[in-house]
């Protein structure tokens, strides 16, 4: 009989192979986005509701920042006195952390912080790659 022989031990190599290498470029594609304009359009309007949607290019990099399993996961936490912003770090399986170092007035200011964590961390993996 032609094929495999015994399913269970079979390992789909392409799929294995084929996953960095689409993350990779991924990343690649995704950094040519940020620019001081598409920082500034989700400074304005981090949801991006109308009238002013966000940009194609932001929408795009917004989806590549949701789809990232291996990162921490990043949310706006509202402090006990209702009044002020920061913003919580939890991994899968673990308790949520507050970073105690950053704190906002509006629930804006922590999502707009919040993406600017993301770009520096999307940046800082091309500067570790390139150096």
Known sequence: MVGVSD???YVDKDVE???PVHHALRRSHMRKLVTSEIVEEHRRNPLGYGPDFHSWPLHHLLGYFRT??????LMPYQYPDKMTFG???????ASPTILEDKVFD????????????????LMTEQADRDA
């Open 7 to 9: 399913p269970t031990r």
């Open 17 to 19: 192979h084929f996953h």
């Open 68 to 73: 990232q399993p291996d990162s921490a996961y």
């Open 87 to 93: 913003i919580a770090v939890s991994k899968r399986g």
């Open 106 to 121: 509006t629930v804006d200011e922590a999502r707009h912080a919040i993406f600017e964590m993301r770009v520096a961390e």
